[in-house]
């Protein structure tokens, strides 16, 4: 492959931290990687200055929009109708190809982008006479399968991953059961899936016996009061002073109100309690904890498995069933529990403490975390299948 081929990254965030952390761990792959010189990430995030960028990996930030109660768009900041804010994201978008010339586009998750908003530059690709090359990647799970099927037909998916797309990436080990596979994604597009392991990170497993403490993260925040209050509900009524600490990581997007009340319990509980709304030192924290409670967004639980972490994983169920099918298939192959939020009540938080306190018995981890290496193995096959196919040319795919 030539020198210095450019990656743009799509992601469209419209709620929380995910696809952009995971866009980001991507881009890092990438241009620690021969052959990828530069990595712009398009995101949607309010957030996208606050983690540091890999050398060689820069941000365009598109105004932020958020779901809403039903699963829609709204706009977050700009007070804008969302069909015009998704035609000024989308007009960004092409500018910036123009510009940039991409040898590679990689889309997070939505086919036609956020409302649609890719398909302007999708047009414009058509006509371009050596367009990048397009590949879609796609979380284990994205919803319920039926829904995600519902979804893509009312937007043309499946158009498009037929005509445009040049290739599926699943960001998940093959031998659990993804959504990719429930849609029947490899016969409908035969030779395009491919399912390249979870997005795992290296992050040392350090726990200090002299200072046990129990992490509590939300992810975002946008809809972790009830599990932060469910935790502080737990330590107020504990009958003695814990012989343990307990860090409580609220997310970035919890409100403020909510905020202020969570952070007014956790001074007032006779606990040691930190509260911290947001930490660049994460991973830090996760390799020390002894035990993590936690919501199970794609991102968080790829890095709790990539500790080796006891986990409890407490799922939201709305507005998609993402993070309950999730937790509830990787209880059945990795050493995690979980629970439904309706039922997290003293006693079962306080089983998986003792749990952890007492020493768990961990099993060795057998699940496929190489994911991100093998994603920039695909990404750097398609530029070569591209190269090849110029001239005339044929070669194998990266991954069997």
């Not at 699963?71 to 069909?83: E, H, K, Q």
């Not at 930190?274 to 790829?302: H, I, K, Q, W």
């Not at 629970?339 to 007492?358: C, K, N, Q, T």
Request: aromatic residues 6%.
């Amino acid at each position: 492959m030539e020198r210095g081929k450019r990656v743009l990254i799509y992601s469209h965030d419209t709620y929380g931290l995910g696809h952009l952390r995971r866009s980001l761990l991507i881009a890092e792959g990438l241009t620690a990687a021969p052959g990828f010189r530069s990595v712009l990430v398009a995101t949607g995030s309010p957030r996208a200055q606050a983690f540091r960028l890999p050398q060689g990996c820069d941000t365009l930030k598109l105004p932020a929009v958020t779901k809403t109660v039903a699963g829609g768009y709204r706009s977050r900041t700009l007070r804008m109708p969302i069909d015009d804010l998704a035609r000024l994201r989308a007009e960004m978008l092409r500018s910036v190809a123009r510009s940039f010339r991409p040898d590679v586009i990689l889309v997070d998750h939505a086919p036609a982008g956020m409302h649609g908003e890719l398909r302007p530059l999708f047009d414009e690709l058509r006509r371009w006479p050596r367009r990048p090359r397009l590949v879609l990647g796609l979380r284990d799970v994205i919803d319920d399968a039926r829904r995600v099927r519902d979804q893509w037909d009312r937007v043309g998916a499946w158009h498009l991953l037929d005509e445009l797309y040049d290739r599926v990436l699943v960001y998940g080990d093959p031998s659990v059961p993804s959504t990719a596979d429930e849609l029947g994604l490899r016969s409908r597009i035969p030779g395009k899936v491919t399912a390249v392991g979870y997005l795992g990170r290296t992050i040392p497993r350090c726990p200090d016996p002299a200072d046990p403490f129990v992490l509590v993260t939300t992810g975002g925040g946008g809809d972790g009061h009830a599990l932060l209050r469910s935790y502080l509900s737990y330590l107020e009524r504990l009958p003695a002073r814990a012989g343990f600490r307990s860090v409580l990581v609220s997310g970035p997007f919890l409100s403020s109100r909510r905020e202020r009340e969570v952070a007014a319990r956790a001074r007032d509980v006779d606990q040691p309690v930190e509260m911290l709304p947001f930490t660049d030192r994460f991973e830090g924290l996760l390799g020390r904890a002894t035990g993590v409670v936690s919501m199970a967004g794609y991102n968080t639980v790829m890095e709790v498995l990539s500790a080796g972490v006891p986990a409890l994983l407490v799922p939201r169920e709305a507005p998609r069933l993402e993070q309950r099918i999730r937790a509830e298939r990787l209880a059945r192959v990795a050493d995690v529990e979980w629970a439904p939020a309706e039922r997290l009540d003293d006693r079962r938080i306080g089983r998986f403490v003792d749990r952890v306190m007492a020493g768990w018995p961990r099993a060795s981890a057998t699940l496929d975390m190489g994911g991100v290496a093998r994603t920039v193995a695909e990404l750097r096959a398609v530029v070569e299948d591209a190269a090849a196919a110029r001239e005339g040319r044929t070669r194998a795919p990266a991954i069997a």
